[in-house]
């Protein structure tokens, strides 16, 4: 009984995923990785996550080859950006590797007032194959790049 409720919440994650496989969009002048993330970007204010971490975690991500997300990587290959394929669904993109998973959301704060609502970004790292083994589970609000911590490529 304590493997299955071990396992259940990472079977819900990935049933959640929506079944997207992992890929990097192929950039273009008017959709890339600047665009979404410099705050001079058309697409700035859209709901995304912006990331920043070592080459090598992110070759890791191609080499597991089991993630589930779409996005952008930076010309240096040392930023991406996680993308919404559909905003008002539910589904998580996930980043794997063979030590640790990473459940990512974004969602936009509800202001009751006019004010532009406040965009977050769900950050949920755990060890890969261990769901219960949380390493992070962070909200981080407003448009700044996430700096994921090192453990993952250390």
Known sequence: M??????????????????????WLEPTADRNYETYCDPKG????????????????IKNLEFFGKSLFQGYLSRDQKKFVLLENDQNSKSLSLLLTKQYSIAVKTWQVINPIDKPAEKC??????????????????????????????????
Not at 4 to 19: D, E
Not at 42 to 57: G, T
């Open 121 to 154: 970004v769900f950050v949920r790292i755990s060890n890969a194959g261990h769901p219960d083994e949380v390493r992070l589970r962070q909200n981080f609000c407003g448009l700044d790049p996430i700096s994921l911590p090192d453990m993952l490529w250390r």
């Open 2 to 23: 304590k493997l299955k409720t071990a396992l259940l919440p990472l079977a819900m994650a990935v049933a959640m995923a929506g079944g997207v496989a992992a890929d």
């Open 42 to 57: 058309a697409e700035y204010n859209k709901l995304h996550a912006c990331f920043v971490a070592d080459p090598a975690y």
